[in-house]
């Protein structure tokens, strides 16, 4: 049974940093494709990062681009989020998804498992 666990999330003043993780199991961490979305209150759930499963190639929302990196780590099944240079309109609940195979993940409709979601709090 495949498991996507976020943590990191929290409440940051604009201009901070955040660090989320994603811990998978169930899966052969080296064989999926990984990405981020996020889902502000009363919006659509949209794309934020996006890595392939070779960790070659990383895929970054215009919104996000410069100031967030995504990073894999298969030994630890591990997928990472690093935020810096927070602003207010990131305030969303960032949640992880998995796609197996050689794709890559841009839509919510491309993955195959989700996370539960962590909480990010961005004050101005």
């Known amino acids: 049974q495949v498991q996507l666990v976020e943590s990191g999330g929290g409440l940051v003043q604009a201009g901070g940093s955040l660090r989320l993780s994603c811990a998978a199991s169930?899966?052969?961490?080296?064989?999926?494709?990984m990405g981020w979305f996020r889902q502000a209150l009363g919006k659509e759930r949209e794309f934020v990062a996006a890595?392939?499963?070779?960790?070659?190639?990383?895929y970054y929302a215009d919104s996000v681009k410069g100031r967030f990196t995504v990073s894999g780590d298969n030994d630890a099944k591990r997928l990472y989020l690093q935020m810096n240079n927070l602003k207010h309109e990131d305030t969303a609940v960032y949640y992880c998804?998995?796609?197996?195979?050689?794709?890559?993940?841009?839509?919510?409709?491309?993955?195959?498992?989700w996370g539960q979601g962590t909480q990010v709090t961005v004050s101005s």
């Open positions: 890595i392939t499963w070779s960790g070659t190639r990383t």
């Open positions: 169930g899966l052969t961490f080296s064989r999926y494709a």
């Open positions: 998804a998995a796609q197996s195979g050689l794709g890559v993940i841009l839509r919510p409709s491309d993955a195959d498992y």
